[in-house]
């Protein structure tokens, strides 16, 4: 009878195990299949058969296997978002949860029957533990070599463009005013902000300047673009100003998450830091506009 419960339970771990080995063969390959660097290709291909050999080892326990809805549906969003963040983010993204299956893994090791299937259970556990972070740190990436620059260009633009047009709402009523405002003061500070990472990445190896510049400038220039936008397209200013905010909101979102999974940062922490300073910024300035406004006539004069 305990014989019989133990081969159940390891039957069902098996499945689990089997599974969740056989998404991450589907997930590798259909990276390496899309992935035109020949380097990385080569590295996502023996990421794959890293996990079809570990796929193999669960399947022997099994007497079927049929894969999951999510085994054939998961790779294809993931190589949408290889496209979208490039592949070291979709790749870390994927080994996150890494830690959790070796301590299941682990766990695992005492249901073994046979010296042999402890010892390949081992090499498993290996594996999951050294040879594919090794395999990972080879998949270099410009998107990984500039991520600070770009961090660096979109941050500073959701602060000082979000403040800009703080101000501008308390001075002016015109939407179309406080758009061009945030254009013209975004283009003039994202020069600055590139001649300030050009001359930074001078003393740092293994990096372009001028890519370093280019990268900051235009994060900054595109950021600035898209929370001005709403400005032109909506006559209400205070309608305008809430849009540009959610804007901002979500640019935070997006380049906070890319740099927590680059870095394994607490995205939580860093994108509430984030927001708060945006909103403290934008408060600050408002009043600072008004209160300029109110001594100097200024909306009197700008409608």
């Known amino acids: 009878m305990e014989v019989s419960s133990k081969k159940n339970l390891i039957r069902t771990i ?25 380097n990385r290709r080569r590295v996502l291909e023996r990421l794959a058969e890293t996990e079809q050999r570990h796929f193999h080892f669960w399947l022997k326990f099994l007497d079927g296997y049929k894969p999951s809805l999510k085994v054939k549906l998961y790779p294809l969003l993931l190589v949408l978002l290889r496209f979208l963040f490039g592949v070291t983010f979709v790749v870390k993204l994927f080994e996150a949860g890494e830690e959790h299956a070796v301590e299941k893994y682990k766990m695992a090791l005492d249901l073994m029957e046979t010296p042999e299937d402890k010892r390949a259970l081992e090499e498993i556990i290996k594996d999951e533990l050294e040879h594919e972070q090794y395999f990972v740190g080879q998949l270099d990436e410009a998107v990984v070599k500039y991520m600070s620059a770009l961090v660096l260009g979109m941050a500073d633009a959701i602060i000082e463009i979000t403040g800009t047009h703080a101000g501008a709402l ?9 758009g061009v405002v945030g254009l013209v003061v975004g283009v003039s500070a994202a020069i600055s902000m590139a001649s300030a990472s050009y001359l930074q990445t001078k003393h740092e190896l293994g990096k372009s300047p001028t890519i370093a510049a280019l990268v900051t400038g235009v994060g900054y220039v595109v950021a600035a673009a ?27 979102l ?16 860093e994108f509430a830091q984030t927001v ?16 300029l406004s109110a001594a100097f006539g200024i909306k009197s004069l700008i409608k």
């Not at 098996?14 to 020949?38: I, M, T």
């Open 14 to 38: 098996a499945s689990e195990f089997a599974e969740d080995e056989h998404l991450d063969y589907n997930v590798y390959r259909a990276l390496a299949r899309v992935e035109r660097n020949e």
């Open 170 to 178: 308390g001075t002016t009523s015109s939407s179309i005013i406080t």
């Open 226 to 252: 898209l929370m001005s936008l709403p400005y032109f397209l909506i006559e209400n200013i205070y309608a305008a100003f809430a849009t540009s905010v959610a804007v901002s909101v979500l640019l935070a």
């Open 254 to 269: 997006t380049f906070t998450f890319q740099g927590s999974v680059y870095t394994g940062a607490d995205f939580r922490r």
């Open 276 to 291: 708060a300073l945006l909103l403290g910024v934008a408060a600050l300035a408002y009043v600072m506009g008004d209160a």
